[in-house]
């Protein structure tokens, strides 16, 4: 015990025993046992001059920290719909046969922890794990059995990952057998670099910089469409000594992968738009937050940063990589900051947002990664260059990550106002039905709808398309994303709290054919609570996969109380019968 508290006092002392650095010092604390336990909580809170609650709170809010042993060698399942499509409940019942655990368990032996998330960011290699924090892609009931047997023998398991197949486009930067499905390469996002004009944002001025995003007509690309020049407008000119930039890496909505292949093909960019930011809002200082999830990509983004910083283009600007611990609810952008300064990530009530009050309560502003690639090179390339693709109202391009019941999955780059039909027929949809426009938190589409277009005035996305086709169950499909959200609740607020178990309840008995005519205005009912009363983001979107999917696909809603079906279909009027039972009390004996 002596010496355990004196490793954790060594660990905390590392980060300066600053206790906004508190989710860093727990990534630390776990590196030898796997978990904190309520001494290392303790000691940790002693070191930092908090109490032991506000650790052991931190710890349990997020999905990759336990307070308990959780095994040697730590499998985490992939649960998006992409992957149990693609055979995770095989993958999964062979993991447990094999190790005698059922998921949440340990094995005897004390060397497997069997465990679930939410998607890893590998829609494009499904079904696919975390183990030990390395993605493990394309698994087989064959392949998890003989991965286990690898680790039992005590060998690496990079050692391991290295014999499998290599995929076509294999990252070799990150020497793992994945590959980034770099599908529909430019117009403008990865189109030849060579035809770049110099980098001008070594001279260019703030006002220039903020000028030539803003007349780009760039709009953030994590689903608000904010527009870019003008939050950074906004940012500087709210009086303070100190600002902040801060790349939203938390890329959490199931079906999205398009900032793993960003961090790994164009890290150099990525820090560019950081920089250029920092120099528009009069900033020094930069964060990259990375989900947890992407924890493999830490040493690589590691090494590009110092290499950046060495070159220093955009003079005194740093930038530190902080890595997050497994909480969807950081991507919405105050979560994040709470995360930041060493806190659970729950968000902030708005106003003020995050340009006036953000990171220590400083003007902040928060992009996520993509646009801060385009605005690296728009300010290259100049605003005409990006508005010469896309719509007026949506000028630009976009980055979608395509997976599903299609040939080719992976990442597409579309100008805006490219028609949906376009895009399945590029990535080679098999019998599309359901299209899933934007992750759980976006649109549910009919795929015969193919004139809708990319846009941000029609099919607005995050990022994610997800397709499915004629034989897969609708149902389920929207029971994986009502449970998502379930799941994923950071629980703060009552109306998305237990509004989405409620919606997630309804659903069930939709698909289980339990569902009547009055549970249709329940749905819409409790569809506006939970959207109008959350608190954030998470409850404000969660009801649009029933929403939406109404609209979409009414049949499906209308044939599942289709009383000849239901099993507990019974004659009998309830208002009729209160009424009766009403009047005979009131007649006279």
Known sequence: MHDRRGELKAIVQKFAADRRRLIDILWAAHEHRGFVSTDDAAAIAQELGISTGHVAEVVSFYHFFHDRPVGRHTIYLDTSIIAEHAGQGAVREALCRELGVKVGEVSADGLFGLLETSCIGMSDHAPAALVDGLPVPFLTPERAVAMVAWLRAGRPLKDWLAGLARGDGQNTALGLPISNHLRNVGPFLFGPEENDPPVVAQTATADEIIDTVTRSGLRGRGGAGFSTGKKWDLCRKIPAATRYVVCNADEGEPGTFKDRVLLTETADLLFEGMALAGKA???????????????????????????????????????????????????????????????????????????????????????????????????????????????????????????????????????????????????????????????????????????????????????????????????????????????????????????????????????????RAEDLPKLDQWARIVSQTSRCGLGMTSPRVLTTSRKAFPELYADAIDQKKSPLFYDFDVAAATAEYDRRVEEPS
């Open 281 to 515: 809002i009069g900033a020094t200082e930069g964060f990259l937050y990375l989900r947890a999830e992407y924890r493999y990509l830490l040493e690589h983004l590691e090494t590009r940063r110092r290499e950046f910083e060495a070159r220093a283009p955009l003079g005194p600007f740093s930038i530190r990589i902080q890595l997050g611990a497994g909480a969807y609810i950081c991507g919405e952008e105050s979560a994040l900051l709470e995360s930041m300064e060493g806190k659970r990530g729950e968000p902030r009530i708005k106003p003020p947002f995050p340009v006036e009050s953000g990171y220590l309560g400083c003007p902040t502003v928060v992009n996520n990664v993509e646009t801060l690639i385009l605005a690296a090179l728009i300010v290259r390339r100049g605003s005409d260059a990006f508005r010469r693709w896309g719509t007026e109202r949506s000028p630009g391009v976009r980055l979608l990550s395509v997976s599903g019941d299609v040939e080719f999955p992976g990442i597409y780059e579309i100008p805006w106002g490219t028609s949906l039909g376009e895009v399945l027929d590029r990535c080679g949809a098999r019998e599309p039905h359901l299209v899933q426009v934007g992750g759980p938190s976006g649109e549910v589409v009919r795929a015969d709808a193919v004139e809708r277009v990319f846009s941000y005035e029609d099919l607005s996305t995050g990022g994610s398309l997800m397709v499915f086709s004629r034989d897969r169950d609708r149902f389920e499909i929207l029971e994986n994303f009502s449970t998502f959200f379930v799941n994923e609740s950071c629980g703060n607020c009552a109306p998305c709290r237990a509004g989405n178990v409620v919606l997630r309840d309804l659903l069930k008995r939709f698909k289980n054919g339990h569902a």
